[in-house]
């Protein structure tokens, strides 16, 4: 898709937060821990924000990614491979001196995540003032996404500006998500793994707590729409009218699980663009993210709605 031909009047979806290049290695057979495994090495444009606009686009929806990336050459890969794919980076910021984000991850044999580095240093100029600039471009939107690795500072812009409605939030990992805490009132859809529910709810399921009693939490803090991934058992999702947990048919064999997770918030955002009640988003994203485990690159290439259906209908299907 190509953003130049798109109408300058069509809804679109602004995402805000990290854009880096993901360095992934993944040993041929099972990973051995001090050692040197033979496998795998991908270099790919990465980023939980980026992928995730990159998910809306190729899912059709007209989509601005507000970010921020070094003068080096992994930045000008980043923006070059944007345009490609059809995001708007015409606000995404490339700021001299600065290193651009690096994420570098070791899979295990089974292709789920073992380790990772994060250097992503230049997130801090995601602040305030980098909005603030951008106000405009985030009233006008139909959702804003955005990410936990944008910095306190600018979570609370977007909630105090008014500029953030719809917001969707997701909450990356359990230290940045604690940065949205204080905002939850202003959250309509929280995407969390079930640790970074449990860290910014108090309450574990380990002990006597329950889904029920964790979603109840939430949406008494002002959150309107939950969806707590669980890995391989699926998704719990709660909003007013409606929770119970979508169960996950796992694809065989999981090729890369890194960009499932980002794959799944872009098909929450689509499905609430079309209207789509909880339960039947939740089972899209599911299948979205099953369509990006299929694939080497953090990004599906193939990654479409009828992709996305298909998956459901091979999966689920009666």
Same mark, same amino acid.
């Given at each position: 898709?190509?953003?130049?031909?798109?109408?300058? /009047? +069509?809804?679109?979806?602004?995402?805000?937060?990290?854009? /880096?290049? $993901?360095?992934?290695?993944?040993?041929?057979?099972?990973?051995?821990?001090?050692?040197?495994?033979?496998?795998?090495?991908?270099?790919?444009?990465?980023?939980?924000?980026?992928?995730? *606009? +990159?998910?809306?686009?190729?899912?059709?929806?007209?989509?601005?990614?507000?970010?921020?990336?070094? =003068?080096?050459?992994?930045?000008?890969?980043?923006?070059?491979?944007?345009?490609?794919?059809?995001?708007?980076?015409?606000?995404?910021?490339?700021?001299?001196?600065?290193? =651009?984000?690096?994420?570098?991850?070791?899979?295990?044999?089974?292709? $789920?995540?073992?380790?990772?580095?994060?250097?992503?240093?230049?997130?801090?100029?995601?602040?305030?003032?980098?909005?603030?600039?951008?106000?405009?471009?985030?009233?006008?939107?139909?959702?804003?996404?955005?990410? =936990?690795?944008?910095?306190?500072?600018?979570? *609370?812009?977007?909630?105090?500006?008014?500029?953030?409605?719809?917001?969707?939030?997701?909450?990356?990992?359990?230290?940045?998500? !604690?940065?949205?805490?204080?905002?939850?009132?202003?959250?309509?859809?929280?995407?969390?793994?079930?640790?970074?529910?449990?860290?910014?709810?108090?309450?574990?399921?380990?002990?006597?707590?329950?889904?029920?009693?964790?979603?109840?939490?939430?949406?008494?803090?002002?959150?309107?729409?939950?969806?707590?991934?669980?890995?391989?058992?699926?998704?719990?999702?709660?909003?007013?009218?409606?929770?119970?947990?979508?169960?996950?048919?796992? !694809?065989?064999?999981?090729?890369?699980?890194?960009?499932?997770? $980002?794959?799944?918030?872009?098909?929450?955002?689509? *499905?609430?663009?079309?209207?789509?009640?909880?339960?039947?988003?939740?089972?899209?994203?599911?299948?979205? *993210?099953?369509?990006?485990?299929?694939?080497?690159? =953090?990004?599906?290439?193939?990654?479409?709605?009828?992709?996305?259906?298909?998956?459901?209908? /091979?999966?689920?299907?009666?």
């Amino acid at each position: 898709m190509n953003n130049a031909s798109l109408d300058s /009047n +069509e809804p679109y979806v602004v995402v805000i937060g990290g854009a /880096n290049i $993901d360095v992934c290695g993944r040993p041929v057979n099972a990973l051995n821990m001090l050692d040197s495994n033979i496998g795998n090495v991908i270099m790919s444009p990465g980023g939980v924000a980026r992928n995730i *606009a +990159e998910n809306m686009v190729c899912l059709g929806v007209r989509t601005k990614l507000l970010s921020v990336v070094g =003068t080096d050459q992994f930045g000008e890969i980043l923006q070059t491979q944007a345009n490609a794919a059809g995001i708007d980076v015409s606000d995404m910021v490339r700021l001299e001196g600065q290193q =651009t984000s690096v994420y570098l991850s070791v899979l295990d044999g089974m292709g $789920d995540l073992s380790v990772a580095i994060n250097d992503m240093a230049i997130a801090d100029k995601l602040d305030a003032e980098f909005l603030q600039h951008r106000l405009k471009i985030i009233k006008q939107a139909a959702i804003i996404i955005a990410d =936990t690795n944008i910095t306190a500072s600018a979570l *609370a812009y977007l909630v105090e500006s008014g500029a953030a409605h719809p917001l969707f939030i997701d909450a990356v990992s359990i230290t940045k998500a !604690i940065r949205i805490k204080p905002h939850l009132e202003h959250v309509h859809t929280l995407k969390a793994n079930l640790l970074e529910a449990e860290v910014l709810s108090g309450i574990k399921l380990s002990g006597c707590g329950t889904f029920l009693e964790m979603a109840q939490w939430f949406h008494e803090s002002g959150v309107k729409r939950i969806f707590i991934t669980l890995g391989p058992q699926g998704v719990f999702y709660s909003d007013a009218f409606d929770h119970g947990i979508v169960e996950s048919r796992l !694809i065989s064999p999981v090729i890369n699980a890194s960009g499932a997770g $980002d794959a799944f918030v872009a098909a929450v955002a689509f *499905a609430w663009f079309n209207g789509q009640e909880i339960k039947a988003t939740a089972e899209f994203a599911i299948s979205a *993210a099953n369509v990006a485990l299929s694939h080497s690159a =953090t990004i599906n290439p193939g990654m479409s709605v009828s992709t996305v259906n298909e998956m459901w209908s /091979n999966e689920y299907g009666e």
